[in-house]
């Protein structure tokens, strides 16, 4: 059936890792131990060496290979994070190491890797998705003789990941606080939580570990589901740190056998949680990294008056995504709202739209007009920002008496993409 991850390996781990990896900070945070009456810390492996808590798996694992294996060189797949704890790992260590990268990753995570590997590390940007880019990985490695250094689904990675719950246990102990009740976590390929839960369900056995997957992505809910690794039919890559199609027989073992309870958070939800954590804390956080603080809202009931760890995975955010990540939030608070309507090819039809459908603090964000010969009326892309959300009803009672044929392109996701 396979072996779990024992709290030995990942003490063992933690001796190596010891002196290369960031200790990092376990922040009491008020503003959300307030919003949820709980005691809320927050584990910023965002402030690790690399920006995420891979440094630690990846380290971990390539430290254990033989001499002949690190003179021949590694191999990885990774859509950011993973990668750039091997570019790290090898440019310390003076191993040579090809990384294999979905096309797809952020112009900043390539980067990073570059910076962080230098001359040790060639990069490869291959196929759309990471397990596409992990299959032409391994096929390369087996072709050239290099040792793959798998992301999650390997014994070394999940002790090097586990380090993170030793840390938490210890910095606990230490600010003398009450044992963690509820543990939240990302989940990718699962790496992570299965190092996590590997730890805690052997020396804080109470604590419950609950995992966090983007709607759109959840691999490892549906592999639970099922009982059996389950590949995902269609992947979300927006939350591109756990945009994995297909989690570990290893991981999913340590999930299934260890792991409280997982949950799938919205994708608009998730750049909700980015612009909260900014904006309330000062906190910049990529994606995959604001997962375990989205989930507190569907554990609020339960971690009242609890002691609370979530771990923040990473900050890798680019800078160039902040445009879409404010729009899917707003969208997801349900201000922002697109719609085609026909407006009468006359003078001062847009003045009356304004006059007559616009609410007081409503704001046209997106207007494109496209004029047809011999119509009475033509088409328009028009989008609207609302101050408060309550505003809705009123909107569209007030557009359909303008339009009773308007079309709604949050309900149309093809003439969304297409349009919007």
């Known amino acids: ?25 376990l922040q009491y945070d008020d503003y959300l131990s307030k919003k949820y009456d709980a005691d809320v810390y927050l584990k910023r492996e965002d402030l690790q060496i690399v920006r995420s808590f891979k440094l630690r798996g990846a380290y971990y694992a390539i430290s254990q290979l033989s001499k002949e294996k690190l003179a021949k060189g590694v191999v990885c797949a990774s859509a950011g994070n993973h990668a750039q704890g091997v570019a790290y790992t090898c440019f310390k260590m003076g191993v040579p190491a090809t990384i294999f990268m979905p096309v797809t990753t952020p112009k900043q995570k390539v980067n990073q890797v570059e910076a962080f590997g230098g001359d040790q590390v060639t990069i490869k940007l291959v196929g759309d998705t990471f397990d596409q880019s992990k299959d032409m990985a391994i096929h390369y490695g087996e ?17 090097g990941q586990g380090t993170v719950a030793l840390e938490i246990v210890d910095q606990l ?49 549906l592999s639970l589901k099922e009982k059996k690794v389950t590949p995902l039919s269609h992947l979300d890559k927006f939350v591109d740190g756990a945009a994995v199609q297909e989690v570990g027989a290893m991981t999913f073992l340590h999930s299934q056998e ?46 009242k008056g609890k002691t609370v760890v979530c771990i923040i995975s990473g900050g890798n955010n680019d800078i160039q995504r902040m445009p879409e990540i404010e729009e899917r939030s707003l969208i997801y608070e349900g201000l922002k709202h697109y719609f085609v309507v026909n407006f009468p090819q006359r003078a001062g039809a847009l003045k009356e ?22 119509r009475g009326s033509g088409p328009v892309v028009i989008g609207i920002l609302l101050q408060n959300h309550a505003d809705y009803a009123s909107l569209i009672e007030r557009l359909t008496i303008f339009d009773p044929n308007y079309i709604n392109l949050q309900e149309n996701e093809s003439l969304y993409t297409l349009l919007v």
């Not at 059936?1 to 900070?25: R, Y």
């Not at 009450?178 to 730890?199: K, M, N």
């Not at 949950?263 to 990529?286: D, F, H, N, R, W």
């Open 143 to 159: 072709e050239h003789g290099l040792t793959f250094i798998n992301p999650f689904d390997d014994e070394n990675i999940i002790a």
């Open 353 to 374: 739209f304004v006059s007559d459908v616009l609410g007081p603090h409503d704001d046209i964000t997106k207007f494109e007009y496209t004029k047809k010969i011999n």
């Open 258 to 303: 260890l792991v409280d309870g997982v949950c799938e958070v919205p994708i608009g939800k998730v750049c909700s949680t980015i612009l909260e954590l900014y904006t309330k804390q000062a906190i910049v956080v990529e994606p995959a990294g604001a997962l375990s603080v989205t989930a507190l809202d569907d554990y609020k009931d339960d971690i």
């Open 173 to 221: 102990n230490k600010k003398e606080a009450s044992p963690a009740d509820y543990v939240f976590t990302p989940i990718g390929g699962g790496g992570l939580i299965s190092g996590i839960s590997a730890y805690f369900k052997d020396k804080s056995p109470t604590t419950k570990i609950i995992g966090v997957e983007p709607v759109g992505a959840a691999s490892m809910s």
């Open 1 to 25: 059936m396979g072996t779990l991850v024992t709290s030995e390996q990942v003490e063992k781990a933690n001796h190596i890792l010891e002196p290369v990896v960031t200790k990092t900070l």
